[in-house]
């Protein structure tokens, strides 16, 4: 079992910048691929960005590449999402995941989501 807690979500200026924030307790972190979800109003979830359990392999949906950077701190149990030139269609509530064998799409634990808002 791993626990998820996600933080750094808030409102900000398209264009602008926020770094998410995912802790994690439990198991050993290093043991898990961490990926970063999102679902906006009234759409599915969707995936936004995936690190393995090294950092050796990083994957990006096509929507974030060039503007979002995932990394991990396997000694601190933390992944991170920064995200710049944020867009209005980037506001939705964003989720980071654990997963041990599903690395970049498949994961087995949720946190319970961040709120990020993108203001034209």
């Known amino acids: 079992q791993v626990q998820l807690v996600e933080s750094g979500g808030g409102l900000v200026q398209a264009g602008g910048s926020l770094r998410l924030s995912c802790a994690a307790s439990?198991?050993?972190?290093?043991?898990?691929?961490m990926g970063w979800f999102r679902q906006a109003p009234g759409k599915e979830r969707e995936f936004v960005a995936a690190?393995?359990?090294?950092?050796?392999?990083?994957d990006y949906a096509d929507s974030v590449k060039g503007r979002f950077t995932i990394s991990r701190d396997n000694a601190k149990n933390t992944v991170y999402l920064q995200m710049n030139s944020l867009k209005p269609e980037d506001t939705a509530v964003y989720y980071c995941?654990?997963?041990?064998?599903?690395?970049?799409?498949?994961?087995?634990?949720w946190g319970q989501g961040t709120q990020v808002t993108v203001s034209s």
């Open positions: 690190v393995s359990r090294s950092g050796s392999k990083i």
């Open positions: 995941a654990a997963g041990l064998y599903g690395f970049p799409r498949e994961y087995d634990y």
């Open positions: 439990g198991r050993a972190f290093s043991a898990y691929a």
